[in-house]
């Protein structure tokens, strides 16, 4: 069954470095989104991602984020200069057309990232 | 600014009786609600949606029922196994590839 995946499955970095996360999205779908979990809290919308460029994102999406498609399989998320509260998991998703439209959403296992 | 909410954090059933999941929410541009399996290192699962013109969707052992006016959803997962122990997320989105915004999650165990 195709997935989604994603690495590096875990990441600790230093606070201000940068960070890459990458993830390879299911081959037919065209739409990507990037979610976060912290630790115990709920799965928080970052950005979704269609025909090459941002269709929607959150609050939490600030400068220091950017998103990526730098070939026709990966979808990268870039933080710039990382901060002691960017520790989450990272979920990569993406979706069809049609399933995507109601919700239905494809995840990855996640990326841990722990900023020290 | 939680839209959507579940209430309880967690839930305990025995093997082979009826779980029921909760979930409220704030929105009413949703038209679409999901719920979503999580399992420890894992990433969520689609399990069942239903659009806001029904009130109810099964699938198997798992039916969703959803009362617009009072905002309300749940999720009926009978009879219940061990395997479905698992956290639970609540979802709504507006349709369209709009964001889909989530609960925070009731974790439930089914003991055997």
């Known amino acids: 069954e195709p997935e989604v995946t994603q690495t590096p499955s875990h990441q600790v970095t230093q606070m201000g470095q940068e960070v890459i996360l990458r993830c390879v999205p299911i081959s037919n779908h065209l739409y990507f989104y990037w979610y976060r979990q912290i630790l115990g809290q709920k799965v928080e919308f970052l950005v979704s991602f269609y025909n090459n460029e941002i269709s929607e994102k959150s609050e939490i999406f600030d400068d220091q984020f950017s998103v990526e498609r730098p070939d026709g399989s990966n979808f990268t998320l870039k933080i710039r200069s990382t901060k002691l509260e960017d520790s989450a998991m990272y979920f990569c998703?993406?979706?069809?057309?049609?399933?995507?439209?109601?919700?239905?959403?494809?995840f990855g296992e996640g990326s841990r990232l722990t900023v020290l | 600014d939680q839209q959507v909410k579940q209430n309880s954090p967690s839930l305990s059933v025995q093997e082979g009786r009826i779980s029921i999941l909760n979930c409220d929410y704030t929105?009413?541009?949703?038209?679409?609600f999901l719920w979503y399996k999580k399992y420890p290192a894992e990433g969520p699962t689609f399990l069942i949606s239903?659009?806001?013109?029904?009130d109810k969707n099964e699938d198997g052992r798992f039916t969703v029922f959803l009362n617009k006016s009072a905002k309300h959803l749940s999720l009926h997962i009978v009879p219940s196994q061990p395997g479905d122990s698992a956290v639970y997320f609540c979802?709504?989105?507006?349709?369209?590839?709009?964001?889909?915004?989530f609960g925070t999650g009731t974790k439930l165990q089914v003991i055997p």
């Open positions: 998703a993406s979706s069809e057309a049609g399933q995507g439209s109601t919700g239905e959403l494809f």
């Open positions: 979802a709504a989105t507006p349709g369209g590839y709009q964001k889909v915004t």
């Open positions: 929105n009413s541009m949703f038209d679409y």
């Open positions: 239903i659009s806001s013109i029904k």
